[in-house]
């Protein structure tokens, strides 16, 4: 796996500062200290096979949800894309550890994102634009959730109304050409 090195910007980093490393911890290529969180990384990549690509934020809304040890919920229906009713979130586990990697993995399930307690939150695409693009969609879902929360009480779809959007989904858009957006 390609990942970024450890506490150097994204602005700043350049193509020789990411680290190449194979799933039992090894560096294969690159001069730097891997991310903290390789081994979260690395979890994902053994447990989800259909995990291609990772991104891992602290963006504001997701990670406003995990102050709060709370799930993004359905308040919008592009939750979908992430393959669940909700974005769990995981058990506080100090960042950079094994203990953390199981419990995100755990959490996650059968979707494709989960919130880390007082942290951010993970997700997972089948290369790295759709996991980017599923990142920016559920903080602009976590932000209605949130929005809505300021003034009452977000209606949340129902687990048959998300069964709907995810079997609707299969046939929404172009043939032969993969959906992005709503």
């Known amino acids: 796996m390609a990942i970024k090195p450890s506490g150097i910007g994204y602005m700043e980093t350049t193509p020789e500062d990411i680290v190449v490393m194979d799933l039992e911890s090894h560096i294969v290529d690159g001069k730097r200290k ?3 969180e390789w081994d979260m990384h690395t979890e994902f990549y053994k447990n989800k096979p259909s995990c291609r690509a990772i991104v891992h934020t602290h ?3 997701c990670t406003t949800f995990a ?3 709370k799930p993004i919920e359905a308040v919008h229906y592009v939750l979908a894309d992430a393959k669940c009713y909700e974005v769990p979130c ?3 586990r100090r960042f950079g550890t094994p203990e953390l990697a199981i419990e995100a993995v755990k959490a996650c399930g059968d979707g494709d994102a989960v919130l880390l307690a007082n942290h951010g939150i993970i997700v997972c695409g089948k290369n790295l634009k759709s996991a980017f693009s599923l990142a920016e969609t559920l903080e602009y879902v976590a932000e209605l959730q949130y929005l809505s929360m300021c003034i009452g009480k ?3 779809l129902s687990r048959e109304q998300m069964d709907e959007v995810l079997e609707a989904f299969k046939s929404y858009g172009q043939p032969g050409i993969k959906r992005t957006g709503c």
């Open 154 to 156: 977000p209606n949340v």
């Open 59 to 61: 963006s504001r809304f």
């Open 67 to 69: 102050v709060l040890g």
């Open 90 to 92: 995981a058990p506080y």
């Open 34 to 36: 891997p991310s903290s």
